[in-house]
């Protein structure tokens, strides 16, 4: 399993595929870096025949990252052996999910996203692709959370909220009204400070 990305993250990716029993893991980066977790940081190849997990916490790099080797490569995911996932939900290919992870029944969770330390996503949940779930953040049942959208650590989203794509919910943020796309919210409860421009999807 390739490891693309010598970052905090990437040492937390890292020692998921060990616990998992992963065997071959091969950690690239860009950028010339000392090892990580006494792996030797390669630069990326051209073509390679083992699956990939992209280890870049920001939703748009990890985006260009996946389309740019789309079609060349296969995408893996990480899944921690102390973390609950539904049978009855679904994990997209390139996600990672983290300890003390609970995903429950009739989640779908889509490609490239983080669903980082102890948070917990209810049943009925809906997640696009490349969202990232900060640790100990909680989405009640039936909530959506749209592509690209990064929820703070320690939020709250109450359920059958709809939060669009390319969001900022802030840590701590207690989310009880639908959010649009492009918006930034914090606070308890959560209100809308500014609203991006498209063009920051990508």
């Known amino acids: ?41 390669q630069k990326p190849l051209v073509q390679s025949a083992d699956k990939m997990i992209i280890a870049i916490g920001v939703n ?19 899944v921690h052996g102390f973390s609950h996932i ?7 290919e390139g996600t990672v999910v983290m300890a003390g992870v609970v995903v429950n029944a009739d989640t779908q969770v889509g490609t490239h996203c983080i669903l980082n330390t102890s948070s917990s ?15 100990n953040a909680t989405l009640c049942g039936d909530v959506q959370v749209g592509e690209g959208t ?4 320690g939020a709250t ?14 840590a701590g943020a207690v989310v009880i009204k639908d959010i649009p796309d492009h918006a930034t919210a914090v606070g308890n409860p959560a209100k809308v400070i500014k ?8």
């Open 1 to 41: 399993m390739i490891v693309y990305g010598a970052s905090g993250h990437g040492k937390v990716i890292i020692e998921i595929l060990e616990s998992t029993g992963v065997a071959g893991i091969a950690v690239w980066d860009d950028a010339a870096k000392a090892p990580i977790c006494g792996y030797t940081v």
């Open 60 to 78: 748009a790099t990890r985006k260009r990252v996946a389309e740019r080797g789309a079609g060349t490569v296969k995408f893996g995911t990480a």
């Open 86 to 92: 539904s049978k009855r939900a679904a994990i997209g």
């Open 121 to 135: 996503i209810d049943h009925d949940c809906v997640l696009g692709d490349y969202v990232h779930i900060s640790p």
């Open 150 to 153: 990064h929820i703070g650590a």
């Open 157 to 170: 989203v109450i359920q059958g909220i709809r939060i669009g794509k390319w969001c900022t919910i802030g």
């Open 195 to 202: 609203v991006k421009e498209p063009q920051h999807e990508r």
